[in-house]
């Protein structure tokens, strides 16, 4: 009977870790929908699709970070766009791979948003706060001289 409800316990908690996995990966608020593997995941991502990466180098108590997650990313224009075009990374600099990064791509204000491509080298890079309108038109500017 113990060993029935471990094992009814281990069942439940292994479908609520898959179940967080996958909606990690799923964007059901219409917004920009950001990659959640590794750095070096997304790289090869953008290398097999052809795609530039815009990462979103942000801080957990950013003020303007949280927003342009509220506003800007949520603009389904901007979403639409940036879904189809980019390979969208958000990384925290201040956790897991994010102080390596922010040396390597040398973040020095919060949001940092920059234009990588798949080997690794930035194209463009911008800090602050964006509208959707100004974002959108920085994401086509990015695509069209790629």
């Known amino acids: 009977m113990k060993t029935l409800s ?14 967080t996995a996958i909606k990690r990966n799923v964007n059901t ?28 180098a942000y801080a957990s108590w950013c003020g ?3 927003k342009m997650k509220r506003t800007t990313f949520a603009d389904k224009g901007v979403a639409d766009y940036y879904n189809k075009n ?8 201040e956790k897991g791979e994010g102080p390596a990064l922010a040396v390597k791509y040398a973040v020095e204000a919060y949001p940092t948003l920059l234009f990588i491509k798949p080997d690794g080298t930035v194209f463009a890079k911008t800090m602050g ?12 500017k990015v695509i069209k001289s790629k």
């Open 6 to 19: 471990i094992i009814t316990v281990l069942a439940a908690l292994i479908t609520l870790v898959s179940f």
């Open 29 to 56: 608020d219409g917004g920009i929908t950001f990659h959640s593997g590794t750095w070096q995941q997304a790289l090869d991502l953008a290398k097999k699709e052809k795609k530039i990466i815009f990462l979103d």
């Open 64 to 66: 303007p970070c949280k």
């Open 86 to 93: 980019f390979i969208n990374v958000a990384i925290d600099m």
């Open 129 to 140: 706060f964006h509208e959707a309108k100004d974002f959108l038109e920085m994401g086509q």
